[in-house]
Nanobody, 125 residues
């Protein structure tokens, strides 16, 4: 069983920044493709960003491209989401997701095997 945990959420004003962190235990961390998703009240969970097992490939939702950066440190078994120029519409619970295997259909919720409990991000105008 893989344990997944996020941290780093909070409340900021529009234009501010936050960095989310996510750790995953279990098999070797570098064997996992990793993703970030978010869910706002009354809305479906949506893809935010993903990173390949080596970290060489990344992919972003259009709504966050140029503002968010996903990265990973396999030695620390941690993936990060640096969020800059935050907007009120970024307000959501952010979830870390683990795909046990290669980089495939990484925008789909169904592609991930394990999930964290989520961390709240609130952006005020």
């Amino acid at each position: 069983q893989v344990q997944v945990g996020e941290s780093g959420g909070g409340s900021v004003q529009a234009g501010g920044s936050l960095r989310l962190s996510c750790g995953a235990s279990g098999r070797t961390f570098s064997s996992y493709s990793m993703g970030w998703f978010r869910q706002a009240p009354g809305k479906e969970r949506e893809f935010v960003a993903a990173i390949s097992r080596s970290g060489e490939s990344t992919y972003y939702a259009e709504s966050v491209k140029g503002r968010f950066t996903i990265s990973r440190d396999n030695a620390k078994s941690t993936v990060y989401l640096q969020m800059n120029s935050l907007k009120p519409e970024d307000t959501a619970v952010y979830y870390c997701a683990v795909r046990d295997g290669f980089w495939h259909q990484i925008r789909r919720v169904e592609s991930y095997d394990y999930w964290g409990q989520g961390t709240q991000v609130t952006v005020s105008s």
